[in-house]
């Protein structure tokens, strides 16, 4: 069983809802007074969670284990908090805190590239520059977590999420190699595997299938379905 017991100061009255990544159907509810909430359940696994704040588009994602996670935030920060519980949903949290000046970072790129003429070499050029500077970042942070983090789910996401555009098949390969055997051996490492395989037999320069697994019900989820929301 799992107990997530929070305190998000600024949001009385306003919704929180649990999510699993097999489903973009809340799992549980719950309304904030006097600054706290409590979700409980039963899980089997370490699985991939988030918890969306009402009138907030971004959600915390955490790994949820049986056991007790703590967390604290304000309406005005969240999805920014402070966890106690394991070092899987630690691990989580550090994953959204190293990708958010880079999250940042893209969307003002987009939104730079938008504003360029098609006619404008020089100004394409420029960005293509800048495109490639900002990837070489994405890799690097993302390289330097996973070795950091080789016992924890968050590796995975990482790896799938932030590198798979970024490095080649084998190289994915290789960094998957790295991880934890606990976290090759899990739900999320096994599709990954899949993942990876697929991708090395469809060659570079080939465009993968996405990374998927099936939910209950045998209908295939992306576990990248939380992608790009922090």
């Known amino acids: 069983s799992f107990v997530i017991s929070g305190t998000i100061t600024g949001a ?3 919704k929180i809802y649990l999510l699993n990544d097999a489903s973009n159907t809340p799992q549980d509810s ?3 007074k006097n600054d706290h909430f ?3 359940g039963t899980i089997d696994e370490p699985s991939i969670y988030a918890l969306f704040l009402q009138d907030h588009t971004t959600p915390y994602i955490t790994v949820l284990m049986p056991g007790e996670l703590s967390i604290t935030s ?3 920060t969240f999805p920014d908090a402070t966890i106690k519980g394991s070092k899987e949903s630690e691990a ?3 994953y959204q805190q190293a990708f958010k000046p880079l999250s940042s970072k893209a969307k003002t790129l987009n939104q730079h590239a938008a504003t360029i003429a098609q006619n404008d070499t020089a100004a394409i050029l420029d960005f293509r520059k800048q495109a490639e500077e900002f990837n070489q970042q994405v890799k690097e942070t993302g390289l330097q977590f996973i070795h950091a983090h ?3 789910l968050a590796s995975v996401l990482v790896l799938i999420n932030e590198l798979r555009t970024r490095l080649s098949p084998q190289e994915l390969k290789t960094e998957f190699a790295l991880l934890d055997d606990n976290v090759k051996n899990s739900k999320y490492g096994k599709a990954a595997q899949q993942f990876i395989e ?3 037999f469809a060659g570079e320069g080939s465009v993968a299938p996405d990374f ?9 989820v992306k576990l990248s379905s939380f992608h790009g929301k922090y």
């Not at 998927?212 to 295939?220: A, E, L, R, S, Y």
Request: charged share 25%.
């Open 212 to 220: 998927t697994m099936n939910d209950v019900n045998g209908k295939p």
């Open 30 to 32: 719950a309304v904030i």
């Open 38 to 40: 409590q979700f409980k």
């Open 92 to 94: 989580m949290q550090e």
């Open 198 to 200: 697929e991708a090395a």
């Open 150 to 152: 080789p016992h924890e």
């Open 74 to 76: 304000t309406a005005a």
């Open 12 to 14: 009385e009255g306003e």
